[in-house]
T-cell receptor, first 114, second 115 residues
Framework: DAGVTQSPTHLIKTRGQQVTLRCSPK?????VSWYQQALGQGPQFIFQ???????QRGNFPDRFSGHQFPNYSSELNVNALLLGDSALYLC?????????????FGPGTRLTVT | GENVEQHPSTLSVQEGDSAVIKCTYS??????FPWYKQELGKGPQLIID?????GEKKDQRIAVTLNKTAKHFSLHITETQPEDSAVYFC??????????????FGKGTLLTVNP
Protein backbone atom coordinates (compact mmCIF):
# COMPACT_ATOMS: atom_id res chain seq x y z
CA ASP A 1 0.00 0.00 0.00
CA ALA A 2 1.68 3.19 -1.20
CA GLY A 3 1.86 6.06 1.21
CA VAL A 4 1.61 9.72 0.28
CA THR A 5 3.70 10.48 -2.78
CA GLN A 6 4.94 13.87 -3.97
CA SER A 7 6.64 15.09 -7.11
CA PRO A 8 9.10 16.36 -7.97
CA THR A 9 11.60 15.62 -5.20
CA HIS A 10 13.66 18.73 -5.80
CA LEU A 11 13.06 21.86 -7.83
CA ILE A 12 15.10 24.98 -8.54
CA LYS A 13 13.31 28.09 -9.78
CA THR A 14 14.18 31.72 -10.36
CA ARG A 15 12.57 34.61 -8.50
CA GLY A 16 9.35 35.70 -10.23
CA GLN A 17 8.64 32.33 -11.82
CA GLN A 18 5.70 30.04 -11.09
CA VAL A 19 5.83 26.48 -9.76
CA THR A 20 3.42 23.53 -9.50
CA LEU A 21 3.91 20.74 -6.98
CA ARG A 22 1.95 17.50 -7.01
CA CYS A 23 0.65 15.11 -4.36
CA SER A 24 -1.08 11.74 -4.42
CA PRO A 25 -2.75 10.83 -1.14
CA LYS A 26 -2.51 7.50 0.63
CA UNK A 27 -5.01 4.91 -0.57
CA UNK A 28 -8.32 5.34 1.23
CA UNK A 29 -7.70 9.02 1.98
CA UNK A 30 -9.74 11.86 0.53
CA UNK A 31 -8.49 14.97 2.35
CA VAL A 32 -5.22 16.67 1.47
CA SER A 33 -3.41 19.43 3.33
CA TRP A 34 -0.30 21.35 2.30
CA TYR A 35 2.40 22.66 4.62
CA GLN A 36 5.54 24.74 4.16
CA GLN A 37 8.58 23.84 6.25
CA ALA A 38 11.44 26.33 6.36
CA LEU A 39 14.85 25.03 7.36
CA GLY A 40 15.03 24.34 11.10
CA GLN A 41 11.34 25.08 11.67
CA GLY A 42 8.15 23.14 12.12
CA PRO A 43 5.71 22.81 9.20
CA GLN A 44 3.27 25.70 8.64
CA PHE A 45 -0.24 25.02 7.39
CA ILE A 46 -1.00 26.46 3.95
CA PHE A 47 -4.44 25.04 3.13
CA GLN A 48 -6.63 21.95 3.14
CA UNK A 49 -8.65 20.43 0.28
CA UNK A 50 -11.67 18.18 0.52
CA UNK A 51 -14.25 17.38 -2.18
CA UNK A 52 -12.19 19.44 -4.65
CA UNK A 53 -12.61 22.64 -2.65
CA UNK A 54 -10.32 24.64 -0.38
CA UNK A 55 -11.82 24.24 3.09
CA GLN A 56 -9.34 25.97 5.37
CA ARG A 57 -6.43 28.30 4.80
CA GLY A 58 -3.47 29.39 6.85
CA ASN A 59 -1.73 32.75 6.82
CA PHE A 60 -0.37 32.60 3.27
CA PRO A 61 -0.87 35.15 0.45
CA ASP A 62 -3.01 34.57 -2.64
CA ARG A 63 0.16 33.69 -4.59
CA PHE A 64 -0.34 30.26 -3.06
CA SER A 65 -3.22 28.38 -4.65
CA GLY A 66 -4.22 24.79 -5.05
CA HIS A 67 -6.45 22.28 -6.68
CA GLN A 68 -7.84 18.87 -5.87
CA PHE A 69 -8.86 16.41 -8.57
CA PRO A 70 -11.69 13.85 -8.55
CA ASN A 71 -9.17 11.08 -7.72
CA TYR A 72 -8.23 13.09 -4.56
CA SER A 73 -4.76 14.01 -5.82
CA SER A 74 -3.77 17.63 -5.40
CA GLU A 75 -1.56 20.39 -6.75
CA LEU A 76 0.02 23.37 -5.03
CA ASN A 77 0.77 26.38 -7.23
CA VAL A 78 2.96 29.29 -6.21
CA ASN A 79 3.12 32.39 -8.42
CA ALA A 80 5.66 35.21 -8.49
CA LEU A 81 8.20 33.24 -6.49
CA LEU A 82 10.20 35.06 -3.81
CA LEU A 83 13.51 34.01 -2.29
CA GLY A 84 11.61 33.43 0.97
CA ASP A 85 9.50 30.73 -0.68
CA SER A 86 12.50 28.41 -0.58
CA ALA A 87 11.41 25.57 1.71
CA LEU A 88 10.31 21.95 1.93
CA TYR A 89 6.68 21.66 0.81
CA LEU A 90 4.83 18.83 2.47
CA CYS A 91 1.57 17.22 1.53
CA UNK A 92 -0.45 15.34 4.15
CA UNK A 93 -3.48 13.16 3.58
CA UNK A 94 -6.20 12.09 5.95
CA UNK A 95 -8.61 9.14 5.96
CA UNK A 96 -12.01 9.27 4.34
CA UNK A 97 -14.03 11.94 6.05
CA UNK A 98 -15.75 10.78 9.16
CA UNK A 99 -13.31 7.95 9.81
CA UNK A 100 -10.40 9.91 11.24
CA UNK A 101 -8.49 13.15 11.06
CA UNK A 102 -4.93 11.87 11.48
CA UNK A 103 -2.56 13.39 8.92
CA UNK A 104 0.08 11.32 7.15
CA PHE A 105 2.86 13.21 5.42
CA GLY A 106 4.67 12.59 2.18
CA PRO A 107 8.44 13.01 1.75
CA GLY A 108 8.08 16.58 0.52
CA THR A 109 9.33 18.64 -2.40
CA ARG A 110 12.43 20.75 -1.76
CA LEU A 111 11.97 24.08 -3.57
CA THR A 112 14.93 26.40 -4.00
CA VAL A 113 14.32 29.91 -5.36
CA THR A 114 17.39 31.73 -6.67
CA GLY B 1 -4.82 31.36 16.56
CA GLU B 2 -3.17 28.45 18.29
CA ASN B 3 0.33 28.91 19.71
CA VAL B 4 2.49 25.85 20.46
CA GLU B 5 5.72 26.03 22.45
CA GLN B 6 8.08 23.04 22.54
CA HIS B 7 11.02 22.32 24.88
CA PRO B 8 13.84 21.49 24.83
CA SER B 9 15.13 22.38 21.37
CA THR B 10 17.89 19.78 21.66
CA LEU B 11 18.16 16.68 23.84
CA SER B 12 21.04 14.24 24.10
CA VAL B 13 20.68 10.95 25.99
CA GLN B 14 22.57 7.71 26.39
CA GLU B 15 21.17 4.60 24.78
CA GLY B 16 18.74 2.94 27.18
CA ASP B 17 17.84 6.15 29.00
CA SER B 18 14.46 7.85 28.81
CA ALA B 19 13.69 11.05 26.91
CA VAL B 20 10.91 13.53 27.63
CA ILE B 21 9.78 16.37 25.35
CA LYS B 22 7.19 18.89 26.52
CA CYS B 23 4.76 21.16 24.68
CA THR B 24 2.32 23.81 25.77
CA TYR B 25 -0.60 25.13 23.74
CA SER B 26 -2.73 28.24 24.00
CA UNK B 27 -6.24 27.30 22.81
CA UNK B 28 -8.09 25.60 25.65
CA UNK B 29 -10.64 24.20 23.15
CA UNK B 30 -8.00 22.17 21.26
CA UNK B 31 -8.85 18.47 21.42
CA UNK B 32 -6.25 16.59 19.38
CA PHE B 33 -2.49 16.39 20.00
CA PRO B 34 -0.24 14.44 17.61
CA TRP B 35 3.50 13.85 17.78
CA TYR B 36 5.64 13.47 14.67
CA LYS B 37 9.16 12.12 14.11
CA GLN B 38 11.15 13.55 11.21
CA GLU B 39 14.34 11.92 10.03
CA LEU B 40 16.80 13.72 7.81
CA GLY B 41 15.50 14.10 4.27
CA LYS B 42 12.09 12.66 5.06
CA GLY B 43 8.61 13.91 5.81
CA PRO B 44 7.20 13.88 9.36
CA GLN B 45 5.95 10.48 10.53
CA LEU B 46 2.98 10.30 12.91
CA ILE B 47 4.16 8.25 15.89
CA ILE B 48 1.42 8.75 18.47
CA ASP B 49 -1.50 11.04 19.17
CA UNK B 50 -3.89 11.72 22.02
CA UNK B 51 -7.34 13.21 22.24
CA UNK B 52 -8.65 15.40 25.00
CA UNK B 53 -10.89 12.74 26.52
CA UNK B 54 -7.90 10.73 27.81
CA GLY B 55 -4.92 11.66 29.96
CA GLU B 56 -2.36 9.13 28.73
CA LYS B 57 -1.75 6.85 25.78
CA LYS B 58 1.01 4.30 25.35
CA ASP B 59 2.39 2.40 22.36
CA GLN B 60 5.32 0.12 23.20
CA ARG B 61 8.25 2.39 24.16
CA ILE B 62 6.48 5.69 23.53
CA ALA B 63 3.77 7.38 25.55
CA VAL B 64 2.02 10.72 25.53
CA THR B 65 0.47 12.44 28.54
CA LEU B 66 -1.99 15.32 28.45
CA ASN B 67 -2.81 17.84 31.14
CA LYS B 68 -5.76 19.89 29.84
CA THR B 69 -5.91 22.11 32.90
CA ALA B 70 -2.32 23.23 32.46
CA LYS B 71 -2.58 23.05 28.64
CA HIS B 72 0.49 20.93 28.15
CA PHE B 73 1.30 17.52 26.74
CA SER B 74 4.48 15.47 26.77
CA LEU B 75 6.16 12.72 24.76
CA HIS B 76 7.97 10.02 26.72
CA ILE B 77 10.37 7.59 25.05
CA THR B 78 11.74 4.78 27.22
CA GLU B 79 14.73 2.51 26.56
CA THR B 80 15.97 4.83 23.82
CA GLN B 81 17.84 3.37 20.86
CA PRO B 82 20.14 5.06 18.31
CA GLU B 83 17.37 4.78 15.68
CA ASP B 84 15.22 7.07 17.86
CA SER B 85 17.58 9.91 16.89
CA ALA B 86 15.54 12.42 14.87
CA VAL B 87 13.66 15.71 15.15
CA TYR B 88 10.38 15.38 17.04
CA PHE B 89 7.47 17.79 16.59
CA CYS B 90 4.35 18.30 18.65
CA UNK B 91 1.28 19.88 17.11
CA UNK B 92 -2.18 21.08 18.02
CA UNK B 93 -5.17 22.34 16.02
CA UNK B 94 -7.32 25.32 16.91
CA UNK B 95 -10.39 24.55 18.99
CA UNK B 96 -13.96 25.10 17.95
CA UNK B 97 -14.57 21.78 16.25
CA UNK B 98 -14.00 20.62 12.69
CA UNK B 99 -10.52 22.08 12.37
CA UNK B 100 -8.20 19.25 13.36
CA UNK B 101 -6.56 19.41 9.94
CA UNK B 102 -5.13 22.91 10.54
CA UNK B 103 -2.22 21.91 12.76
CA UNK B 104 0.14 24.37 14.43
CA PHE B 105 3.53 22.76 15.02
CA GLY B 106 6.13 23.39 17.68
CA LYS B 107 9.65 24.30 16.57
CA GLY B 108 10.93 20.79 17.07
CA THR B 109 13.33 18.92 19.36
CA LEU B 110 16.50 17.35 17.98
CA LEU B 111 16.93 14.11 19.91
CA THR B 112 20.33 12.43 19.79
CA VAL B 113 20.73 8.96 21.31
CA ASN B 114 24.38 8.15 21.93
CA PRO B 115 25.39 4.47 21.72
Amino acid sequence: DAGVTQSPTHLIKTRGQQVTLRCSPKSGHDTVSWYQQALGQGPQFIFQYYEEEERQRGNFPDRFSGHQFPNYSSELNVNALLLGDSALYLCASSPLSGTGDEQYFGPGTRLTVT
Amino acid sequence: GENVEQHPSTLSVQEGDSAVIKCTYSDSASNYFPWYKQELGKGPQLIIDIRSNVGEKKDQRIAVTLNKTAKHFSLHITETQPEDSAVYFCAAPPGGGGSNYKLTFGKGTLLTVNP
